[in-house]
């Protein structure tokens, strides 16, 4: 088994995530009040912080989910053009979809994604991302929910991992 890395150094706790996470619910059950909208995860790293952020919402929604290969095994930067691993389940056509991220780093990833999902012709397309780095923007990625900015660094946990490692943890962390 290959060594561990470092422990990871705390950048945002388990409290701190709670509170942002309940503001952008109660944020997007106002605007979204009546859409019906259709919440897109974008697996892997999503999946925690769309478990707790749709347990925050107030409204009727539904739930899909897409698979995104953003990286090349062991690389640390994003591929330009993401592989979609699994598709959407739901057809989106007249549907209100908010697509929820992890991360928005090079923009790559939302950038291909949303270009891929505005062909299938939904009511409206929004992103929702709990980090962003925007001194690693490559291609723009209009974010219309954000968690928290970050700097330039890798980070871990809450459902986020660094080679694989890492996503059980509660907070979030940065990785040497
Ligand atoms: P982008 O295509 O460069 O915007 O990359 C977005 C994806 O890269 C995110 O959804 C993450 O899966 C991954 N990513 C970017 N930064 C980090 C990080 O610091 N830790 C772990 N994964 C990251
Ligand atoms: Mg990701």
Redesign the pocket.
């Known amino acids: 088994m290959a060594a561990l890395k470092p422990p990871p150094r705390i950048l945002f706790t388990e409290t701190q995530i709670k509170q942002r996470v309940a503001e952008l619910g109660a944020q997007i059950s106002a605007d979204y009040a009546d859409k019906d909208p259709l919440i897109v995860g974008?697996l892997r790293?999503?999946f925690v912080f769309l478990a707790d952020l749709i347990r925050t919402l107030t409204i009727p929604c539904t739930l899909d989910f897409i698979a995104v290969a953003?990286?090349e095994v062991g690389a640390r930067?994003?591929n330009r053009s993401?592989r979609i691993l699994l598709d959407l389940r739901e057809d989106i056509a007249d549907r209100h979809v908010l697509l929820v991220?992890?991360?928005?780093?090079?923009?790559?990833?939302?950038d291909h994604l949303l270009q891929l999902l505005r062909t299938r012709e939904p009511a409206s397309l929004k992103v929702c991302a709990l980090l962003n780095?925007p001194t690693?923007r490559e291609v723009h990625?209009p974010i219309d929910y954000l968690g928290f900015e970050i700097p330039d660094?890798?980070?871990?946990g809450y459902g986020?991992?660094?080679d694989e490692r890492y996503r059980n943890l509660p907070y979030i962390a940065s990785v040497e």
């Open positions: 974008i790293g999503g953003s990286y930067a994003s993401p991220e992890d991360i928005v780093d090079s923009g790559y990833t939302f780095k690693r990625v660094v890798f980070v871990c986020i991992d660094a």
